[in-house]
C-alpha cells in the first residue's frame, strides 16, 4: 500500500495548485481517501474527503468554496484543487486513506495509510 502526493509549491495568496496523490495496492472501490494538513506549530487538521463508492465529499469550513477533491479511479488517483488560496491555507498537506469508507476529517485515526505530505507555502 502507498501512497505520494505531490503538486505543492509556493504561490501568492488568490492564486491556485492542484494537489495529486497517486495510489496503489488499495481495494480503490470502497476507500474514503482524505487530504490533511499541518502547519508549522499546529495540529494536523481535516481539510477533504471523498468516498469512492458514492463520490460523498466532505470539507472543512475553511476551504469550502475554494477547494474541490476529485477522484480517478480509473488512474487510483485523488486531487484537491485549490483556489484563492490564503496565507493560512500553508503547511504540508498529506493524503490519506480510510479503508473503512467512513472518511471522518474528524477523527484522523481510521485513516490507516497515509502518504509523505507535499508542502504548500501561499504568501502574502
Known amino acids: 500500500v502507498q501512497l505520494q502526493a505531490s503538486g505543492g509549491g509556493s504561490v501568492q495568496a488568490g492564486e491556485s495548485l492542484r494537489l495529486s496523490c497517486a495510489t496503489s495496492?488499495?481495494?480503490?472501490?470502497?476507500?474514503?481517501i482524505g487530504w490533511f494538513r499541518q502547519a508549522p506549530g499546529k495540529e494536523r487538521e481535516g481539510v477533504s474527503c471523498?468516498?469512492?463508492?458514492?463520490?460523498?465529499?466532505t470539507y472543512a469550513d475553511s476551504v469550502k468554496g475554494r477547494f474541490t477533491v476529485s477522484i480517478d479511479s480509473a488512474k487510483n488517483m485523488v486531487f484537491l484543487q485549490m483556489n484563492r488560496l490564503k496565507p493560512e491555507d500553508t503547511g504540508v498537506y498529506y493524503c490519506a486513506v480510510d479503508p473503512q469508507g467512513w472518511g471522518t476529517l474528524s477523527l484522523p485515526n481510521l485513516f490507516d495509510y497515509w502518504g509523505q505530505g507535499t508542502l504548500v507555502t501561499v504568501s502574502s
Open positions: 471523498i468516498r469512492n463508492d458514492d463520490g460523498y465529499t
Open positions: 495496492g488499495l481495494s480503490f472501490d470502497v476507500d474514503a
